[in-house]
């Protein structure tokens, strides 16, 4: 496999893992000493929002942070219009994404009603931006050393009360 492709690898596996909110796979993708960045890019003014430093503390934040999927529900992460970059050992990738809920419809007891065909339920986007990861090549393969998330929408954290 191609660098360039091996990389674009490490992005669909960070992508699943979020989906299925698989710390340690999550976790397994970024050197020990990665770094999450995630930023709000407001009219091309980058507002940090947060910062996660090492493996434990990514992995904390899939089990903590990201919200179980509700029944019949889940959330796909997409990314589109990869741009890879290769320099001997470090790697960089630029890639738009967009993140969908899927809410499946649930089955009423009477069955579905006559006419009714195919995939029920909804597909909504809810989050858009770029990922732009820094790797390493590692005995293990490529891993992410720095991976800032800049999103195009503000985003609302729970207040403590």
């Not at 091996?6 to 698989?22: I, L, P, Q, S």
């Not at 809920?101 to 007891?109: H, L, Y």
């Not at 858009?128 to 800032?148: A, F, H, M, V």
Request: aromatic residues 8%; charged residues 25%; without cysteine.
């Amino acid at each position: 496999m191609s660098d360039a492709l091996a990389v674009r690898e490490v992005m669909a596996r960070y992508v699943r893992a979020a989906d299925h909110r698989n710390p340690e796979a999550m976790a397994g993708l970024f050197t020990e000493e990665g770094r999450v960045e995630i930023l709000y890019d407001k009219d091309g003014g980058e507002t940090l929002l947060g910062v996660l430093e090492g493996r434990e503390a990514i992995a904390d934040a899939v089990r903590h942070m990201m919200a179980p999927h509700a029944p019949r529900a889940w959330s796909h992460h997409t990314t589109h219009d990869a741009i890879v970059e290769i320099d001997g050992e470090r790697a960089t990738l630029d890639a738009q994404f967009i993140v969908f809920s899927v809410q499946g419809a649930k089955e009423p007891s009477s069955g579905w009603p006559a006419g009714a065909f195919g995939a029920q339920g909804t597909i909504t986007p809810i989050e858009s931006g770029y990922y732009r990861p820094e790797l390493r090549k590692t005995e293990e393969g490529w891993r992410i050393t720095r991976l800032r998330i800049l999103h195009d929408l503000p985003m609302a954290f729970p207040r403590g009360e």
